[in-house]
């Protein structure tokens, strides 16, 4: 560990203990389930028959992509948490807990039980158990390619020779010591989408990160400075609970000049616009956690953050000298007839991505942003006359949804596609159709200056009243 000013800067080790959860939490079997099923009635070795039988008999069967998953060496996960606890001196809990079943290897087969090479699993639950040994990121790719291999050319040739399966089979089951018991066999539908066991895709990122030095990253894995927080337990009759602590984050200053253009007499909840207050800029923090179960206006204030971050947008491009994004000798391609014009970090730094793990998360904020329905019929009108690229936002509805063209969905290639379609149109739609009004620019920046004046007003008020 690394000590600065007194600290010690222990994020490795948390990323570390990450990067282990991410391995123990993979190759988890719920032993209740109706679908993994027992092997106690194969009894003779005769593997691929019996599998061919049981394939045939289930109504998975009719399906093209249907196959089977084989579960090798299942065991207790709390022998790999003793192991554990015996490696790093780890007291024992008092707590009686049950820590469920994993298994050491999955094999998949085709419907007609020929073996699938590509979908080869072996836990990192299953290394420790059987190795009894906590792997580094290089002895357990070494260890799983090796074992692929070798596994791979167990079932050469196995395809039209039940003997030769039977016999890789069994090879592997003599080789890791594994009772036919503990094991478990599941058939599925679609041997494609529901082949699940992989490695956790975060494992490699979290690798990465342990090789960077970034304050962001920092203060994500240790919450920063203690010291330094302030407790903004909003219940008043909490002992927490500090007023003045809300009456400086919601002082007028502090509130944004944009809003997005929602119904108008719903406004922001307490602590929705104490959120949105620190969001924009009340401090120098640059990273926020906003936490709260569904439906308790997470998205909504979001909403307003994002129009706040437009807003500013906006205005950064008014106090441009030129309007035209140049490109640079940096960004030259095809020879030197063309650059790509490159945003001002100004400009750029207030664009937004939405990312998660979570797609059913992303698509619920994304996709409600740019609807018509929600926003302010007073307002719409003059949203559609200001023209976020409606028609291009509405070309593929069989009826008008969207407002604008102010969010879309990226990821999977069909995405990504959609988005380049888009840009596309919107690119020929300014070549071609749009009319540029050069007096724009005034016209906001004396809206701009309305509103701020406003919110001076508005505080100048305040501390009249306060004092």
């Not at 999955?106 to 299953?126: E, H, M, P, V, W």
């Not at 040994?133 to 020779?161: M, Y």
Request: glycine share 4%.
């Amino acid at each position: 560990m690394i000590r600065r000013r007194g600290t010690i800067d222990n994020t490795n080790s948390i990323l570390d203990a990450w990067i282990m959860v991410e391995h123990l939490s993979e190759g988890e079997i719920n032993l209740k389930d109706r679908d993994i099923l027992l092997l106690n009635d194969l009894t003779d070795k005769k593997y691929k028959k019996y599998f061919q039988t049981r394939m045939k008999s289930s109504r998975e069967y009719e399906y093209k992509n249907s196959g089977l998953v084989l579960y090798l060496d299942i065991f207790k996960f709390a022998e790999v948490v003793e192991f554990l606890r015996e490696k790093y001196g780890v007291a024992k809990t008092q707590s009686d807990i049950n820590y469920g079943n994993k298994f050491s290897i999955a094999l998949y087969f085709d419907k007609n039980i020929n073996f699938i090479s590509d979908n080869i699993f072996f836990t990192c639950s299953g290394y420790m158990r059987y190795l009894q040994d906590v792997p580094s990121k290089s002895d357990f790719q070494e260890f799983e390619e090796k074992f692929k291999e070798k596994t791979i050319k167990r079932f050469e040739g196995s395809e039209d020779n039940q003997e030769k399966f039977d016999n890789a089979l069994n090879a592997l089951l003599n080789e890791y010591n594994i009772d036919i018991k503990n094991c478990r066999v599941q058939i599925l539908s679609n041997i494609e989408t529901e082949a699940t066991n992989l490695h956790s895709f975060f494992i490699e990122d979290l690798n990465k990160a342990k090789e960077i030095d970034n304050t962001n990253l920092k203060r994500y894995l240790t919450g920063g400075n203690i010291k330094d927080r302030i407790n903004l337990d909003s219940k008043n009759d909490s002992p927490n609970y500090n007023q003045s602590v809300f009456e400086k984050i919601l002082e007028p200053q502090n509130y944004p000049l944009g809003r997005f253009p929602s119904k108008t007499e719903f406004a922001l909840s307490f602590m929705q616009q104490v959120a949105v207050n620190l969001t924009i800029g009340y401090d120098n923090s640059n990273m926020r956690s906003v936490n709260g179960p569904p439906g308790t206006g997470k998205t909504t204030l979001l909403k307003d953050i994002f129009a706040e971050l437009v807003v500013k947008q906006a205005h950064d491009i008014c106090l441009l000298t030129t309007k035209y994004i140049k490109g640079s000798k940096d960004t030259i391609y095809y020879g030197e007839n063309a650059s790509i014009g490159v945003l001002t970090d100004k400009i750029a730094e207030n664009n937004i991505v939405v990312a998660s793990s979570n797609n059913g998360a992303v698509q619920n904020i994304v996709n409600e942003l740019p609807l018509k329905e929600g926003i302010d019929d007073n307002i719409l009108t003059e949203l559609e006359r200001a023209d976020y690229f409606k028609d291009i936002a509405n070309a593929d509805m069989k009826e008008e949804r969207f407002w604008g063209t102010f969010s879309l969905e990226g990821g999977k290639a069909e995405n990504m596609t959609n988005i380049l379609d888009k840009v596309e149109c919107i690119f020929n739609y300014l070549k071609e159709e749009y009319k540029s009004d050069s007096e724009i620019y005034n016209k906001f920046k004396k809206q701009y200056e309305y509103v701020s004046d406003l919110r001076s007003d508005a505080m100048n008020l305040q501390k009249k009243y306060a004092d």
